[in-house]
């Protein structure tokens, strides 16, 4: 079995799949397609992983500038890409519960 270890400041994103159907429901002919800039860190340099600099770790969903990534034809639906990490632009994070809001007086 193969496997790809992207090297120097890069990371594998595996790239969602294209909406083919808007928010309000209407669904978009096979040739019309939302392009996504989103995907999964599949895996990430030793580089990156050595470097606190770089908040992204494996299975983080990211926002990613699809400028200078390159396809690995690794799999037929060709949605693998090595991205340099500088464009990766955004980490998605779920908000942490228990934050207490800047309206509560703070408890001694």
Do not use: W
């Amino acid at each position: 079995m193969e496997t790809v270890e992207p090297i120097g400041k890069r990371v594998l994103i595996r790239k969602d799949e294209d909406k083919k159907q808007t928010k309000s429901g209407i669904h978009l002919p096979d040739k019309m397609e939302i392009p996504t800039l989103t995907g999964r860190i599949v895996t990430v340099s030793a580089e990156i992983a050595a470097n606190s600099d770089y908040p992204i770790e494996q299975y983080d969903r990211v926002l990613f500038n699809p400028k200078g990534a390159i396809p690995v034809d690794f799999e037929g639906d060709n949605r693998l890409f090595v991205v340099p990490v500088e464009n990766v632009v955004a980490v998605f994070r779920k908000a942490r519960g228990g934050v207490a809001s800047l309206d509560e007086p703070e408890q001694a």
